[in-house]
């Protein structure tokens, strides 16, 4: 009998890092070694070690790890994010920073986020229609955010329906990364990963997806746009790169985006969310300050005024040093055996950047609790890396190329939900009261939901 498509691995496969996530006063050490199974395991939680693997050694660790996930869903790792280093990561990255991803395209796509973010809204305010708690803010986040990358990625060749196939399709197949399966940590007993029907599982939801990507990308070859696919196919039939695109490479670089950009956008506005309730004297600064930036101005218009907003992108930036929705960077892969710290650290190890740990060390942060924005007033701080002690994208050459873009959506959903919306806490529910429980697998989210209570500011038009 075959698995159900959306079976998910069993807990045993959930593979915890004890440590890696410390509590106010607990001890954290720069590097740890571990054993995962039969690899050997790097855990960096220092700004120095972090530096060191990330920019001075960068090239020793510029790869990645092929785990069983990403070679199903990756198209055997001919994507961004887990293809090895060499020439054709370089070609991706090049052809991601110049044509899909630049500031260019992400202004391109500008009436795209208008349109959804504004959709959000009034979604938000139906649902609080009658003085009713909104329980499904987290699913209204992800939708806005799927539907975002949807129309960037296909346009409007592609049918609501024919995207609401794919959304799905990728929703199952992100369900199989949250956790290692005893293949990526037992690579001796990869025929486990068979016998308990993983693979199987796997095997039928990358098929699944392959068949609505096929026609999505016939839909563009017959009507080309300005969208990503329409971009991509017009790059394939040049001809021009050093390694020439094919149908496969763009469904993989499309697959990307919204692995790496959907769900994390919707989890940081979330905690944004989270953080401005359990501070109301923050919530009022921010909702002030957009306000007067954006009353009296067209809804059309609000996106040229987010450089107004410095308050706002300061409380982006204070909860992503306290909740970052990728706790652990992406794995590196050791190429050669090297020093990090004084340690040795051998070839074949995978390496994990704690982004988590360094973000909430008290070593580098004053008030490390405290949701605390105008600690980025001077500007030193930005999501470029420029000190190691946070990295909400990582650094060196395997940082996040899509940070532009997610960023633009962050912005945008956070200032909107401020303008048009009067946020409150249910009757008797004080500030304090709200949980912080999360789930920690590739990405942190909520355990449980957000509930709050929504009053319009202003009610958004139809029309706009």
Known sequence: MEPPLDWK????????????????????????????????????????????????????????????????????????????????????????????????????????????????????????????????????????????????????????????????????AMSFSSGFTFGDVFPSLHFIDVVTGLRRSMWRAQRQLDEVFDKIIAQSEAQRGDDLVSVLLRIRDKGELEFPIGTTNIKAIILDMFIGGTETTSSAAEWIMTELMRNPEVMAKAQAEVRRVFDNVNPQDHEAKMDQLHYIKMVIKESMRLNPVVPLLVPHFCQETCEVGGFQVTKGTRVLVNAWAMARSPEYWQDVEKFRPERFEDGMLDFKASRFEYLPFGAGRRR???????????????????????????????????DMEMIIAATTRRKNPLCLVVSPYKVVPMQC
């Open 9 to 172: 691995p069993p807990p045993l496969l959930q593979v915890a890092f004890t440590g890696c996530f410390p509590g106010p006063g607990q001890q954290v050490w720069p590097c740890d070694f571990l054993r995962m199974g039969q690899i050997d395991t790097l855990v960096i939680s220092s700004p120095a070690a972090a530096e060191e693997v990330l920019l001075v050694k960068d090239i020793i660790f510029a790869s990645r790890p092929s785990i069983v996930a990403s070679e199903f869903f990756c198209y055997q790792n001919l994507d961004i994010v887990f293809s090895p280093y060499g020439a054709y990561w370089r070609t991706l990255r090049k052809l991601c920073t110049t044509e899909l991803l630049n500031a260019k395209m992400v202004r391109q796509f500008a009436p795209i986020r208008d349109n959804e973010t504004l959709s959000l809204i009034r979604n938000i305010q139906a649902a609080g229609r009658g003085g009713e708690p909104v329980t499904n803010l987290a699913s209204l986040l992800l939708a806005c955010s799927n539907s975002i990358t949807a129309k960037a990625a296909f346009g409007q060749v592609c049918s609501s329906e024919l995207r609401d196939k794919f959304l799905s399709s990728i929703a199952v």
């Open 400 to 434: 996040c190329p899509g940070d532009t873009f997610g960023l633009a959506v962050l912005e945008l959903i956070i200032a909107r939900l401020l303008y048009y919306i009067d946020w409150s806490l249910p009757v008797g529910m004080k500030p304090e009261d709200i």
